[in-house]
């Protein structure tokens, strides 16, 4: 990807150490994703988004991984939640992108009740992890449907709920963001209570319900998330092995020399290997939707199974290489201890677990 320049990469890395202090994106970090539109990557033109495909935008997402966790964790999570525009009517979604800063954020729990009414939904709860709360400025949520005073679900009994789109001015923030790592993400929860909205605000996060006709959002919604958290594992450990080479070449003592030299190499070998099977997943599902318009139960079983690996496997190597690595690791003012406790923290998120 040439999207962007090297003097471009180079600001937002330097601004990491920055953004950990005040845990939160600098400003000279965020001036950059809107002039460079990278919350947009999956926006169609017209609605001036990229436009990017998905490998297009996963390969993207992975390059701003690498330069830093908590970058990448906030450009993927906003990215991600600004596609959806493609569920939203065409009303709503032209009005809230005529902002050049706009920013979607949102938790994937069902953490609210939709009470329905004729008019619209009467709603509470609360939202957890919500990535990038400072400067989000559409925020989304899943809640469960009520109607006529009870709770409705499917068949299985499992609940049936919507999406829905709020405001800052209707919500709530609640500052608990407080992990060992991605602490730049400043993902916190909010609360909305008693909020009336009209029925136009609530969306479905199904291709069948899209609103826009991009094959991006044709494309399966739960694979799409597995594949934008990992291709962030994927930036995180290449950024890992980096600087663990750099660590291991200053090291000069001859003990455990031999663990270290063969341990990485075959650890560098093997995240090569699953880094080019989960391309190949990607390449091969996108060139199925766009000839059939569907991908394979098999091909998606595939790409959870690599999705999961990458994560268990990245944040395994790392604990099994962090006893050679020297005092420095356990600094955390570091960058290699930031990278640690990034790859920790990003390997909690549920979906992937």
């Known amino acids: 990807m040439g999207i962007l320049s090297a003097e471009v990469l180079g600001k937002l890395k330097e601004e990491a150490v920055n953004a950990e202090k005040i845990r939160k994106l600098t400003d000279s970090q965020l001036e950059i994703i809107y002039s460079q539109n990278l919350f947009n990557l999956f926006v169609p033109k017209y609605l001036g988004g990229l436009e990017l495909n998905l490998l297009e935008g996963l390969q993207l997402q992975e390059i701003i991984a690498k330069l830093d966790g908590s970058l990448g964790w906030t450009v993927t999570l906003c990215s991600g939640a600004n596609a959806f525009v493609g569920y939203l009517s065409g009303k709503l979604a032209e009005n809230i992108f005529k902002d050049p800063k706009v920013c979607f954020g949102g938790s994937g729990k069902i953490g609210g009740v939709a009470e329905e009414s004729q008019d619209g939904y009467l709603i509470n709860g609360k939202w957890s992890y919500v990535t990038g709360i400072p400067h989000v400025n559409v925020f989304t949520a899943n809640c469960q449907i009520k109607k006529n005073g009870?709770?409705?679900?499917?068949?299985?009994?499992?609940?049936?709920?919507?999406?829905?789109?709020?405001?800052?001015?209707?919500?709530?923030?609640?500052?608990?963001?407080?992990?060992?790592?991605?602490?730049?993400?400043?993902?916190?929860?909010?609360?909305?209570?008693?909020?009336?909205?009209?029925?136009?605000?609530?969306?479905?996060?199904?291709?069948?319900?899209?609103?826009?006709?991009?094959l991006i959002y044709k494309y399966p919604f739960l694979t799409f998330a597995e594949l934008t958290l990992a291709v962030n594992h994927l930036g995180m450990q290449k950024h890992f092995f980096d600087l663990v080479e750099t660590i291991f070449n200053f090291i000069q003592e001859p003990l455990h020399k031999e663990f270290r030299t063969q341990f990485f190499k075959n650890a560098n070998h093997n995240f090569q290997e699953r880094r080019a099977l989960f391309y190949k997943y990607v390449e091969d599902s996108w060139n199925e939707l766009e000839k059939t318009e569907n991908v394979s139960h098999e091909l998606l079983s595939k790409i959870s199974i690599i999705c999961r690996e990458i994560v268990k496997e990245g944040r395994e190597t790392a604990l099994q290489l962090y006893p050679y690595l020297g005092i420095l690791a356990s600094n955390p003012t570091t960058e290699i201890n930031r990278i640690l406790r990034d790859i920790l923290t990003a390997s909690q998120h549920s979906l992937l677990l």
Request: proline share 3%.
């Open 150 to 214: 009870k709770m409705l679900t499917c068949d299985k009994g499992t609940p049936i709920y919507k999406s829905f789109i709020f405001f800052p001015e209707e919500v709530k923030i609640i500052e608990d963001w407080n992990t060992i790592g991605l602490i730049a993400t400043a993902s916190h929860s909010y609360t909305v209570e008693n909020l009336f909205v009209k029925k136009e605000r609530s969306f479905l996060i199904k291709a069948e319900c899209r609103s826009i006709d991009l």
